[in-house]
T-cell receptor, first 118, second 113 residues
């Protein structure tokens, strides 16, 4: 079974509007971390935001926030006030605890390509 | 400057010719990992290492070897490359806690003819 699922292969958003990128995950480990990365056309991987499974509040970093719904096992990325420079691939990833069978691997979803329209 | 450095960045080779992609990090991270990225498949883990002399297979280890003789270095070896190993490869490192953000190298684009 897929550990990380991103159901939106591609999305468009109008500049200055907000957009939500979906991510669901699957784990039986009570201790895990969730990450979002951005990959612009230049190819590098840029860390955006982190959410821990025990964190009480949703993570925020500037225009990025993570809508963490633990019971639904979802960790959607919200980008507010989209900018042209936000056009990129976005990857959701999960890291399970050191004692899990995953052995501390960081597993990625298939990605969502976001295109911001001027 | 904290960084993960991988070389070469671009390589075209032929089937069967052994090659090594080097990876080095200067952040004293215990955890290092290799991923390959293919269109529509996201990033898939090839091998990872929790510390010196400790390596484990990821999701797609076939056709690859790694070694971790020093903490800072984690080379990826293709003993006999084949065209299906044409891909974009990323090396990454982090601390081993669940909060450990992965730091990525710039990527190595490999073409096997």
């Amino acid at each position: 079974a897929q550990k990380i699922t991103q159901t939106q292969p591609g999305m468009f958003v109008q500049e200055k509007e907000a957009v939500t990128l979906d991510c669901t995950y699957d784990t039986s480990d009570p201790s895990y971390g969730l990450f979002w990365y951005k990959q612009p056309s230049s190819g590098e991987m840029i860390f955006l935001i982190y959410q821990g499974s025990y964190d009480q509040q949703n993570a925020t970093e500037g225009r990025y926030s993570l809508n963490f719904q633990k019971a639904r096992k979802s960790a959607n990325l919200v980008i507010s006030a989209s900018q042209l420079g936000d056009s990129a691939m976005y990857f959701c990833a999960m890291r399970e605890g050191l004692t899990s069978n995953a052995g501390n691997m960081l597993t990625f979803g298939g990605g969502t390509r976001l295109m911001v329209k001027p | 400057e904290a960084q993960v450095t991988q070389n070469p960045r671009y390589l075209i080779t032929v089937t069967g010719k052994k090659l090594t992609v080097t990876c080095s990090q200067n952040m004293n991270h215990e955890y290092m990992s290799w991923y390959r990225q293919d269109p529509g498949l996201g990033l898939r883990q090839i091998y990872y290492s929790m510390n010196v002399e400790v390596t484990d297979k990821g999701d797609v280890p076939e056709g690859y070897k790694v070694s971790r003789k020093e903490k800072r270095n984690f080379p990826l070896i293709l003993e006999s490359p084949s065209p299906n190993q044409t891909s974009l490869y990323f090396c990454a490192s982090s601390f081993t806690s669940i909060t450990g953000e992965l730091f990525f190298g710039e990527g190595s684009r490999l073409t096997v003819l």
